[in-house]
DNA sequence: CCGAACTTGCAACAGGGTTGCAGAATATTT
DNA sequence: AAATATTCTGCAACCCTGTTGCAAGTTCGG
């Protein structure tokens, strides 16, 4: 419960009832949400806006990060020290096509890729989709 | 113009000027097209939903695939050899952030990633997000 | 506990994407 | 060349995602 507001401080944040159920909803589930699966956990207690003006509000500060998908947008937690001003994101996503569910593999790098000259990249996304170990 | 009808009859498509005009602006511009882009270029001349029918089935033919886009999906020619069996993707996704355009790296393939045990891959899709060499 | 600053809910809107159906165009058969 | 079956198109209507403006409510520092 404290860390939950205790995030939100780090981040600048006020601790408003909302923000603690979105965060904790990504802390327990542990995949990545799409707005609709919040809306689905939480919308009738919050109305969809504030659910959008909150998510948008922990991308920007650095909460969570999206995460891309055939079929949509999704969001994940940010492993640490991600920031308003600098996001760290090179790892892979795996996204089920059996349960549906997407994962951010944290330990996974993005190999590197030598990119013809001329080319300069800033920001990697990967995602495998396949089947999971638990649909396996 | 007769280049358009073949690549239709190989796919078992029945020629009308919709797909014909969308396969030719595919073929015009190099670079991956929205669902709006192609609305922008030839909306006078068709409704919405027969420009979204087309790419639905151009995608199920194999003619195009889908590219993944933090803002929106997109669409862009398969190289070659894709049907309706099978289609084959393992290139690069490079968009610009600058001028906006996603384009196909054709030549550069996605390269292995070791999984952890259990996961089973079927699908890649990687996208470089950067600065391309016109705008460099 | 007061006021400034920030958040929320509501209403309204814009855009992306889908479905059903009747009429039009295409391909096929004769 | 005409008739037929099949496939496409346009229209209307609809649902979902995401955004904006504004008034009312909440948070936090003094």
Chains 1, 2 share one sequence.
Do not use: W
Request: proline content about 3%; some cysteine.
């Amino acid at each position: 419960m404290d860390q939950l507001r205790d995030t939100l401080k780090v981040h600048h944040l006020r601790t408003t009832t909302c923000r603690e159920d979105v965060l904790s909803t990504f802390i327990n589930r542990k995949n990545a949400l799409s707005h609709g699966d919040l809306e689905g956990a939480l919308g009738e207690n919050y109305d969809r806006v504030t659910i959008y003006r909150t998510l948008k509000t922990f991308l920007e500060k650095g909460i969570i990060h999206k995460v891309l998908d055939d079929e949509g947008l999704r969001y994940a937690l940010c492993s640490h020290s991600c920031s308003e001003e600098k996001h760290q994101h090179d790892h892979i996503h795996f996204k089920c096509s059996a349960c549906g569910e997407t994962n951010c593999l944290e330990n996974l790098h993005i190999p590197a890729v030598q990119l013809p000259e001329g080319y300069n990249p800033e920001h990697f996304n990967l995602l495998i989709q396949g089947v999971c170990p638990k649909c396996n």
